[in-house]
């Protein structure tokens, strides 16, 4: 099975001189922060409402709930917002201030103001890629780095199952990335 690539730090630089260079840099920076800080898939980037981020008042909430209609697996879910992302959040908030205003309103927005769908999603991370010369990354490549992340630092595999919303922990083994380097580092571990 092919895997997302998982980008280097200068490969995230790149990818936010990209961004940055482009129009509505505020909306695709949160699109990616969804991504590589919570470990949202495309379809629940997609599906984001602005009620489901924000509080009324526009304070950043600190867990989103997923409804079953924005999961990939029909089952809602909760995600924990860390801090990285909650800035993200914030800038968000105070770039767009009448979108908060909407709380039906999606999170991410096309030029015309409507909603992205999930393919949509796909494509804004394709072509910011694309932008960036990034080889074989994907809208799924910070949900691979964020599972990554998280064991890297030796986040319990059970919780990190939790943090990615898997059913099976097999399935979230597959997305942790395996190297010498990594192995080398663990066996001197042992004292």
Do not use: W
Request: with cysteine.
């Amino acid at each position: 099975m092919k895997q997302a690539k998982l980008l280097t730090d200068a490969e995230r630089k790149r990818l936010a001189a990209v961004i940055d260079s482009k129009r509505y840099a505020t909306r695709n920076h949160t699109a990616v922060a969804l991504s590589f800080y919570a470990g949202l898939r495309a379809c629940e980037i997609a599906g984001l409402r602005i009620a489901d981020v924000f509080e009324a008042g526009g304070a950043v909430r600190d867990t989103i709930y997923l409804s079953a209609a924005q999961t990939k697996g029909s089952a809602g879910n909760t995600v924990l917002v860390n801090k990285k992302l909650a800035t993200a959040l914030k800038r968000y908030a105070a770039a767009y201030p009448k979108r908060l205003q909407q709380p039906n309103a999606p999170v991410l927005f096309s030029a015309k103001g409507s909603g992205f769908t999930a393919q949509t999603t796909v494509n804004l991370f394709q072509t910011l890629y694309k932008a960036a010369a990034i080889d074989g990354a994907s809208s799924h490549s910070g949900r691979r780095q964020f599972v990554t992340e998280l064991a890297d630092k030796g986040v319990n595999a059970r919780v990190v199952q939790a943090l990615a919303r898997h059913k099976h922990l097999n399935t979230t083994m597959r997305y942790i990335d395996l190297n010498e380097n990594k192995m080398r580092a663990a066996v001197e571990l042992v004292s």
